[in-house]
């Protein structure tokens, strides 16, 4: 079973720039998250998709990050304009089903550098 | 709100003796809980979770963990610790609720040493 893709792995940009994510979910997976781990820190949900409509994006600073997933499949994640401080691994992980119990997979992250 | 906590920022263990990671929750309802491994530059790794029932579960590389209810704990451990479990642990929590959300401790770096 392929796992979660991400991509570009590394990206640095410098600030005031704009960048995008990408993200492939487990196939069947209905359920879609998009975290961000700043070094030293554990990840921090920024969204939570459920097929292709949004249940959770109350961490989500929307003045400049948007996500959006068409077809209940693909997402990508974008940052405009980016700043220091979004410097971060940020991680897509997918979860079969939307349940308590369910665990999530993950993808292998996109390390962002803003300079 | 639900909250997870690893008091420990290190481990160091020798190669063959117990390795413990702890972790300690705080939520309204009954708990779902999670362990991940993370080894550099990869994406976090399932190990094993809780649902409900035993209290003691095993997951994957012969990890296992004890839920505790009375002490809102559950901790990591593996009877024999590999120098390849050197590697940052984190703990997560999710509550049944409408959200759903997966709440992730601050992680422990643990270090295992020939």
């Known amino acids: 079973e392929a796992g979660v893709a991400q991509s570009p792995r590394y990206k640095i940009i410098e600030k005031r720039q704009s960048v995008a994510f990408w993200c492939n979910p487990i196939s069947g997976h209905a359920t879609l998250y998009w975290y961000q781990q700043i070094l030293g820190q554990g990840p921090k949900l920024l969204i939570q998709f459920q097929n292709n409509g949004v249940v959770d994006d109350s961490q989500l600073p929307k003045d400049r990050f948007s996500a959006e997933r068409l077809k209940g499949v693909d997402s990508t994640l974008k940052i405009q304009p980016a700043k220091l401080e979004d410097s971060a691994v940020y991680l897509c992980?997918?979860?079969?089903?939307?349940?308590?119990?369910?665990?999530?997979?993950f993808g292998q992250g996109t390390r962002l550098t803003v300079v | 709100a639900q909250s997870v906590a690893q008091p420990e920022d290190q481990v160091n263990v020798a190669e063959g003796n117990p390795l413990t990671v702890k972790c300690t929750y705080s939520v309204s309802g009954n708990p779902y809980l999670f362990w991940y491994v993370q080894y550099p530059n990869r994406g976090l790794q399932f190990l094993l979770k809780y649902i409900t029932g035993d209290n003691l579960v095993k997951g994957s590389y012969g990890f296992e963990a004890e839920f505790n209810k009375s002490q809102t704990s559950f901790h990591l451990k593996k009877p024999s610790a590999l120098v390849s479990d050197s590697a940052l642990y984190f703990c997560a929590v999710r509550v049944f609720s409408n959200d759903y959300k997966l709440s992730f401790g601050a992680g422990t770096t643990v270090t295992v040493r020939a």
């Open positions: 992980a997918s979860s079969l089903v939307r349940t308590g119990g369910t665990e999530a997979f």
